[in-house]
Structures are given as structure tokens and as C-alpha cells.
């Protein structure tokens, strides 16, 4: 079992404390001394950028990585309040315009403090491409039947591999990055920071529950069987998450996507503050409400239409189209 321990935050419970003193535990690619891994990016040659967002601060592209498609995602990280100070003192000054009380610069902060998230996808298929293309988004409709009909034989033949979930699952990958782990094969889960979240404040805090079960794609397979599985998930995820950051479950949105990128159920804890791609409601169901309607109805997900935004290219969209659902 990994570490169930956790305790990396000590002393008061009050979020704001522990996240101010919050450190992420494990930099692969770099040590204490500043080491760095070599550049495979040096030789990337873009494409295309595939979306761009001043808000988010992020951009999307795609190109080649030696020969080989790929999608490099660069991302500005939120500014850290415990590396103010040394941001401050550490910086280059450069003054833009001053007016009467007003002024602003270009502030330059210590190497060390202006890191980028970077996300490599290499090789990446059409599917990934897609995934990260801006693109006009329409409202499904899909009810029990459509399901069986339409959704699950095209995601037989067309989802995204999730071998990166048995990786994980097999200890082959991000083992030391796991935060919690039931091993149960029936009732079990590994809990671990998504691959979105850089782990250096907890205002961005995101991680997955990743169940043992390989046989329960999403949403639509759970019955009122998975409860034990769901309310085990719910209760030791949000324990571990207390224990390791410090963050209560007053202050967590748990929730599961539909229709999820990769079919092996899987579900999200994210910060409460945090407004994440993802978590509307046309996409998030909320777990506390899915073990309600599962209780209520042990065939809930079996028999419900389920509302989801497909994208104008997504072949799924398609068969709805060609199934007359559209
Ligand atoms: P989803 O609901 O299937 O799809 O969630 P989404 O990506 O459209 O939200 C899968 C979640 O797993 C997402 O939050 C991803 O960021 C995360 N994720 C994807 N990959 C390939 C990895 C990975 O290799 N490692 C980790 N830790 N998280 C990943």
C-alpha cells in the first residue's frame, strides 16, 4: 500500500495556514540544486496553435517532436503568496509609465520563481489534436437506449487508449506521486494529483481517484452495486486530501465527468474556489449526488437521460446526427 500516511501538513487545520506553507514533495526533473532535464522541446516545430486563452494564460499546440505529432501545452502558473517576498527582492524593475500616483513596470522575477507548466502529448493522435482545438460545442441528449445504440459502440472502437491508468494502477508510472491508495480490488482506489496540477499551491488543487475495477467505464455502468465503491472513494479520499493538504470537504468539489475522455471511472477533487474547465453542469455530476440517485434508484444511470456537450467534430455527434438525435 502506498503512503497512507500522509501528514506532510502539520499544525493548525486552517486551510489558508497549511496552504501558505504547502510545497509540492516531488519535482521529478529537478533536485534541490536546480538540475535540470534535457530539453526535448529545443527541437519542437509548431504546427499549429490550436487555442489560446489570455484568461487562462495557456496556449495549446500542436507540432512535431522529432518526426512525431505531438501537442505542447504551456501554462502560467498562479503566483505563490509564500515566494512573494523573494519575488519581490529577487526581481529585475522596469518602468512602463508613471502618471501622477500611477506607475507600472515589467517585472522580471528569479528564474527559479517564473516557472511553466508543460504538458507534453507525444505521439499524439487526431483524437488529442481535436481535444484541444477551439471548436462550437452542441447540448446531447442521451437517453438509456441512445446509449446502448449509439455511445457505447463508438466508444468501443474509438476512445482514447487508458493505458495510462493501468500504468498508474500497475505501479509503472507516477508511483511516487501517489497520495493515497485503497488497495481493495473491489472497493479500492489510488488517489493522485491529475496531471493538470502542478502541486505548488493548493487554490489550483486537483486530483484523481482512480478505481481498481477495470470493468466500470463511466457513469452509465454504476448501479446501486458501485455504492460501497463510491461512498468508499468519497469518504478515504476526502480523509486523505484533509490529511495530506489540510483542505476539509466543505472546501471540495467531487465529481465526475459524462462523457469522460477515458473510460476507466475515474473521479475529480478539485478546490471548491477553483473554476476549472470541466466542472459545469452540462459535464460535472456531482458524487454526493450520484450516490443519492443510485439509492433512490438503484438503475438510475441504466434508465436517465443524460445531458452532454459534444464537439462539432466529434464523431460521436455524428451518429447522434445520423441516428436522428439532432
Ligand atoms: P476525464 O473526465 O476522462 O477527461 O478526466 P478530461 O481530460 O476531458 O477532463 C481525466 C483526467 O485525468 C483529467 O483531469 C486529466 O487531466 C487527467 N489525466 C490525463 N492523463 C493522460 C493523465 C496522466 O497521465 N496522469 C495523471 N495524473 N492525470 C492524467
Keep these: 500500500m502506498a503512503d497512507a500516511t500522509l501528514g506532510s501538513a502539520v499544525g493548525s487545520d486552517e486551510p489558508s495556514a497549511k496552504a501558505k506553507r504547502f510545497r509540492s514533495d516531488h519535482k521529478a526533473g529537478q533536485d534541490g540544486e536546480g538540475r535540470t532535464d534535457r530539453n526535448i522541446l529545443a527541437a519542437f516545430k509548431t504546427t499549429t496553435v490550436l487555442r489560446d486563452s489570455a484568461l487562462e494564460k495557456t496556449i495549446f499546440i500542436h507540432g512535431k517532436l522529432a518526426d512525431r505529432e505531438a501537442v505542447v501545452i504551456l501554462e502560467k502558473t498562479p503566483i505563490r503568496e509564500d515566494t512573494l517576498a523573494e519575488m519581490l527582492s529577487g526581481a529585475k524593475l522596469k518602468l512602463e509609465m508613471q502618471n501622477d500616483i500611477y506607475s507600472t513596470y515589467q517585472l522580471q522575477p528569479p528564474a527559479h520563481l517564473n516557472e511553466m ?38 466508444i ?7 493505458q495510462w491508468v493501468h500504468n498508474i494502477l500497475e505501479k509503472k508510472a507516477e508511483v511516487e506521486r501517489i497520495v493515497y491508495e485503497d488497495p481493495d480490488p473491489g472497493v479500492g482506489f489510488v488517489l493522485l494529483p ?8 493548493l487554490d489550483d488543487l486537483y486530483l484523481i481517484a482512480i478505481v481498481h475495477q477495470r470493468d466500470i467505464k463511466s457513469l452509465r455502468d454504476l448501479t446501486a452495486d458501485h455504492l ?7 469518504r478515504k479520499g476526502m480523509e486523505a486530501i484533509l490529511q495530506r493538504y489540510g483542505l476539509p470537504a466543505s472546501k471540495l468539489r467531487v465529481y465526475l465527468h459524462y462523457q469522460p475522455s477515458y473510460y476507466h471511472l475515474h473521479i475529480h477533487f478539485t478546490a471548491l474556489a477553483f473554476d476549472v474547465r470541466g466542472c459545469s ?36 455527434l455524428s451518429k447522434f446526427k445520423k441516428a436522428g438525435k439532432l
Excluded at 459535464?283 to 436517465?304: E, W
Design 281 to 316: 453542469v452540462e459535464r460535472a455530476h456531482l458524487l454526493a449526488d450520484v450516490i443519492q440517485n443510485l439509492q433512490s434508484d438503484p438503475g438510475f444511470y441504466k434508465t436517465r437521460t443524460l445531458c452532454f456537450p459534444l464537439r462539432a467534430d466529434d464523431g460521436l
Design 117 to 154: 507548466k508543460t504538458t507534453v502529448i507525444c505521439p499524439a493522435t487526431e483524437k488529442h489534436v481535436k481535444k484541444y482545438q477551439i471548436q462550437e460545442s452542441f447540448l446531447v441528449e442521451e437517453s438509456g437506449e441512445d446509449y446502448l445504440s449509439i455511445t457505447l459502440p463508438y
Design 228 to 234: 460501497p465503491l463510491l461512498q468508499n472513494i468519497s
Design 194 to 201: 491529475d496531471f493538470k496540477w502542478d502541486q505548488k499551491q
Design 156 to 162: 468501443q472502437e474509438q476512445s482514447f487508449s487508458v
